[in-house]
């Protein structure tokens, strides 16, 4: 059964840079045609999609998002990672990693509360 | 970007009801069209992928329809697990948006 688990600093301060890791267990990051994305969600509010990145490297970031955000992979250590720089109040949320593919996004991390405040 | 419209934003309902959520893409997203389900303080859990297909594991009391503009998502008998949050997201093009959300509430 595939397992993603998110981990990073659960308090970060206003205009510094966010920085969150998914480790995917029972199974390999570069199995199958799927790509790894990052999801948020502000405290009773809607889904919002990050971007996404593949284990070539190839990146697709939310336009709203794109100057602020840097996503990597590392296939040996079955990880991948997110950046976001400059963040603000705005930025604070569960944020989500999960494996994609045009059908739909089938596992989830259970998600990390990232908290912008000084 | 494409916008995805869900309705009703809330419903209230009984054990039993069937009950029937909507989705509206801005433009034609095909097939490409996917639920999720979300109990509080739980990450989304894939339902129905390609409008109507149906998740391994998910309960067969969970249809998807549509294709094109307009979806829907319908529950044939709500059971009391249900209560929680749905979603429907276009895997179309990028960004992949979500709709805003319909809660399911108990009556």
């Known amino acids: 059964q595939l397992q993603l688990q998110e981990s990073g600093p659960g308090l970060v301060k206003p205009s510094q840079t966010l920085s969150l890791t998914c480790t995917v267990s029972?199974?390999?990051?570069?199995?199958?045609?799927?790509?790894w994305n990052w999801i948020r969600q502000p405290a009773g509010k809607g889904l919002e999609w990050i971007g996404r990145i593949y284990t070539s490297g190839s990146t697709y970031y939310c336009p709203s998002l794109r100057s602020r955000v840097t996503m990597s992979v590392d296939t040996y250590k079955n990880q991948f990672s997110l950046k976001v720089s400059s963040v603000t109040a705005a930025d604070t949320a569960v944020y989500y990693c999960?494996?994609?593919?045009?059908?739909?996004?089938?596992?989830w991390g259970q998600g990390s509360r990232v908290t912008v405040s000084s | 970007d494409i916008q995805m419209t869900q309705s009703p934003s809330s419903l209230s309902a009984s054990a039993g009801d069937r009950v029937t959520i909507t989705c509206r893409a801005s433009q034609s997203i095909s097939s490409y069209l996917n639920w999720y389900q979300q109990r509080p303080g739980k990450a989304p859990k894939l339902l129905i992928y390609d409008a109507s297909s149906l998740q391994s594991g998910v309960p067969p009391r969970f249809s998807g329809s549509g294709s094109g503009t307009d979806f829907t998502l319908t529950i044939s008998s709500l059971q009391p697990e249900d209560f929680a949050t749905y979603y429907c997201q276009q895997s179309y093009s990028t960004p992949e948006t979500f709709g805003q959300g319909t809660k399911v509430e108990i009556k």
């Open positions: 999960a494996r994609g593919s045009a059908e739909g996004y089938d596992y």
């Open positions: 029972g199974g390999f990051i570069s199995s199958g045609n799927y790509y």
